[in-house]
Nanobody, 117 residues
Framework: QVQLVESGGGLVQPGGSLRLSCAAS????????MAWYRQAPGKQRELVAS???????NYADSVKGRFTISRDNAKNTVFLQMNSLKPEDTAVYYC???????????WGQGTQVTVSS
């Protein structure tokens, strides 16, 4: 079973930065595809960024050039560095892991990011 715990959310001003962390309790973390999603009030959950076991990454157009997803396999952790934050980035951010063998997905509890002046 996979357990994910997000942290690092908070309140920042527009233009500020935050780094989110997702700690995974899982065997063979390095083989899992990892992703960050977000959900704003009244909106559907959307994919923000993903990173695969090969370290290949992709990003939503809305965050390209501002956000960076990375992973530290030695620490079973995936990160989301968020720079130049905008009010529209305000959302609950969720970590997701996908098993390469079963395709089952696992979700963290979410961490709130609020961008406001």
């Amino acid at each position: 079973q996979v357990q994910l715990v997000e942290s690092g959310g908070g309140l920042v001003q527009p233009g500020g930065s935050l780094r989110l962390s997702c700690a995974a309790s899982v065997r063979l973390f390095s083989v899992y595809a990892m992703a960050w999603y977000r959900q704003a009030p009244g909106k559907q959950r959307e994919l923000v960024a993903s990173i695969f076991s090969s370290s290949v990454t992709n990003y939503a157009d809305s965050v390209k050039g501002r956000f960076t997803i990375s992973r530290d396999n030695a620490k079973n952790t995936v990160f989301l560095q968020m720079n130049s934050l905008k009010p529209e980035d305000t959302a609950v951010y969720y970590c997701k892991a996908t098993s390469p063998t079963t395709s089952r997905t696992y979700w963290g509890q979410g961490t709130q990011v609020t961008v406001s002046s």
